[in-house]
């Protein structure tokens, strides 16, 4: 398959990646293309942007979770029917696992991608010192996959001035630049950009962002990296569950709204795959579980941000508690096994009652409790075969008195292994975000038990 393609990676994170990358999706969806865009790595915020606000399908890819033949697979499915994608990249180019791997690394997803990358550089701050950090960065590249420059943040006349000294002395395109302005910044918290809905104007900012990036930005360059991208191997091959053709399929629920909405695309994806039905349900304004369900996904978000509201919303408490005293299955992730508990005690120190599952409290820590990547394993099998392990991430804030002892976490890159998880043959709860196809062994059981709560009905 061929088809155009590049990715927009930087030095380090904060340097406008995603702006860029949102207007130039703007701009090509302006033009007619149909644009498919992927995020490196373990993010949810910055898809939303790609999807909810410009409106082009986004999903992850992270050479980490599904290697390199399953993430080439992962992108050539996302490009069908497309005629041009757009990777965004994730931190540095270079910081994969532990940030010292490459596996995991915007560069990695670009070299198993076979993509040509522009790099924008920060350049706010900086004189001649720019042209050492892009060559340092060029002489890195063993597979000569940067193939252009774009400098965020100065001035028109410093632009014309140091981009004939690096296309002089390194040999690299320089494609452009932007100003520093407001509108092309987007705000951030501690947890990464603030989400597209709390964010004024957010369409009118990002299409006034394509818009700057034209008059200032060769598009025409970047058409041309991006047309220059060479073909990949095709591979069809896919693997069903039984249960796919099955009329009468199991209704998994899943929690989605402000609160609740870190979900990787191809996780439902999965679900579906293997013969699940998926109904949304709004835990903050809905008062009953969707219609004939029969099974939970209360998947990550910030709930701590919603917290009066989940307690005020007494039915829907009472519905998800009743839920799973009647044996439903449930997978809960980080914000979802918060909303479990007890109670989230706020920033604020104040009590918010929440379902009521479990007899444990979530408290803000102020500061980072547990990050990065980590290998689940049971310590009995109840969702995954007997050994095997699924890959995931943990980012909180939010600790629980109750974290559970039920499967083990390991860090891929030190080793480092601790407890985690409330599960048994029905239940999988815990802090980590997990990514299902990196074992789709997960998804396919939680869908059969689904179905078998579903025949327990009849």
Known sequence: MRIKRLMIAAPKSGSGKTVITCALLQILKNDGYQVASFKCGPDYIDPMFHEKVIGIPSKNLDTFFTGEEQTRRLFLKGVVGKDFAVLEGVMGLYDGLGGIREAGSSYHLAKVTGTPIVLVVDAKGMGRSVISMIAGFLDYDQAHLIRGV?????????????????????????????????????????????????????????????????????????????????????????????????????????????????????????????????????????SKLPEKCHALYLGGGYPELYAKGLSENHKMRTAVRSAVENGMPVVAECGG????????????????????ILPATCYDTGKLVRFGYIEVQERQSHFLPEGEMIKGHEFHYYDSTGNGEDAIAVKPVTGRAYSCMIEDEKHFWGFPHLYYPSNPAFAKSFVEKADRYKGELK
């Open 337 to 356: 096994f918060m909303y479990l508990h007890s109670a989230i005690i706020d920033r604020e120190g104040i009590r918010h009652e929440m379902a009521g």
């Open 150 to 286: 774009l400098l965020n943040r100065i001035s028109k006349g410093y632009y014309e001035t140091i981009k004939p000294l690096i296309e002089e002395e390194l040999k690299v395109q320089v494609l452009g630049y932007l100003p520093e302005k407001e509108e092309l910044r987007i705000e951030s918290r501690h947890l990464g950009l603030m989400m597209p809905d709390e964010l004024h104007n957010v369409k009118e900012r990002l299409q006034t962002a394509a818009e700057g990036v034209q008059k200032t930005v060769s598009t025409e360059k970047i058409m041309e990296i991006a047309e220059r991208a060479g073909e990949l191997q095709e591979d069809r091959e896919e693997k069903t569950a039984e249960i796919t053709g099955k009329a009468d399929k199991p209704v998994i629920a899943v929690a989605k709204d402000e609160a609740f909405c870190f979900y990787y695309t191809d996780n439902l994806s999965l679900l579906e795959e293997n013969g699940a039905e998926i109904a949304y349900f709004s835990p903050l304004r809905d």
